[in-house]
């Protein structure tokens, strides 16, 4: 009897069968066959980006964030790397009997700071708590509605080949930071997550770069799945260059100890973007002035191709990236 398992979460290849066989198979309209970070829908006067998601991560506190700082920076992300300006939340809380106030009241300041960070209000929620057992701790889902400007046009049919590959900064804080507090590998001194609002740092770069051809936050399957995605969607290939990779070295390390690809791992204020290649130095200059910017780099090219993502290696060779499959790291957000 098939059942749902733990990878079916990971956002990886079993989470492409999942979506494809069963809510596709129900829920079929143009803007979900998209498989967007958020729908862009046409409305008289304008376009509005939404998206919705849900946050299960364990421990709900760790170094760099907690449940409800994921939360809000989780849904504004969504939308900002749709080309939205984030405005509005809802938020609904689904909490264990016996959970301590002080600790849900510490999460909710922590979403407040976030919006404040992010400029968008939480205008609507709902509260639910089941018996013990029932939910591990807390559980957050929320939505996001977002403006979409007039000019704005990202999307999956404006790269071309030659288009450059870029990224905002280091790679895999996040997923890592949650492992190491999770299982107490004594790490938490030297990793942080990156969980960021990202939505300033990416208007700043739609007003001095119009190039930018598309975006990808860079959650669930990281920088390997999200690639092999746009590949996917274009058509096109994506060439990646290893050294030009950013990986701080407590994550480079940690991730061959731990026999984990740093590629695959979590992020929560990063994206990937592509952008006209003339515009992409500008990019990086603007992104590394910014703190959600350090460690901006150019990555690689968009290629002719068929879908493929390859990284080149610096002895010259070249590795296949593939979608993520199985589940290394649950419950990451």
């Not at 870029?166 to 890592?176: A, C, D, F, Q, R």
């Not at 092999?228 to 274009?234: G, L």
Request: proline fraction near 5%.
């Amino acid at each position: 009897m098939a059942v749902v398992l733990l990878a079916h979460g990971d956002g990886g290849l079993l989470t492409r069968e999942l979506v494809e066989g069963v809510f596709l198979k129900y829920f079929n309209n143009p803007q979900l066959r998209q498989l967007s970070d958020s729908a862009v829908l046409s409305l008289p006067g304008g376009r509005l980006a939404m998206t919705t998601d849900a946050f299960v991560v364990e421990p709900i506190f760790f170094p760099g964030g907690d449940i409800g700082k994921l939360a809000v920076c989780g849904t504004v992300n969504d939308l900002a790397v749709s080309g939205a300006l984030p405005l509005y939340m809802t938020a609904s809380f689904t909490i264990e009997e016996g959970f301590r106030l002080a600790d849900l009241e510490r999460v909710v300041a922590s979403m407040a700071a976030a919006c404040t960070e992010a400029g968008v209000e939480v205008v609507a929620g709902d509260t639910k708590v089941v018996p013990r057992g029932h939910v591990d701790k807390l559980f957050i889902t929320t939505a996001g509605v977002g403006l979409v400007p007039e000019k704005v046009d990202w999307g999956y049919h404006r790269p071309v080949p030659g288009d450059a590959v870029l990224v905002n900064g280091s790679l895999g804080n996040h997923g890592l930071t949650v492992l190491a507090a999770r299982e107490n590998l004594g790490l938490d001194g030297a990793l942080a997550s990156d969980c960021a609002p990202l939505n300033n740092i990416i208007k700043l770069l739609q007003k001095h770069c119009p190039g930018i051809k598309m975006m990808r936050d860079l959650t669930r399957g990281g920088l390997a799945t999200a690639a092999k995605e746009i590949a996917e969607a274009c058509g096109l290939d994506i060439c990646l260059q290893e050294e030009a990779l950013p990986l701080d070295p407590v994550v480079r390390g940690a991730a061959d100890i731990l026999g984990l690809d740093p590629l695959y791992l979590a992020n929560e204020g990063k994206f990937l973007a592509i952008i006209d290649p003339a515009q992409a130095a500008k990019a990086v200059d603007i992104l590394s002035q910014n703190s959600y910017g350090r460690n901006a780099r150019v990555i690689g090219e968009v290629c002719a191709g068929s879908g493929n993502v390859y990284l080149q290696t610096p002895l010259g060779g070249t590795r296949l990236l593939s979608l993520q499959a199985g589940q290394p790291l649950p419950r990451i957000c």
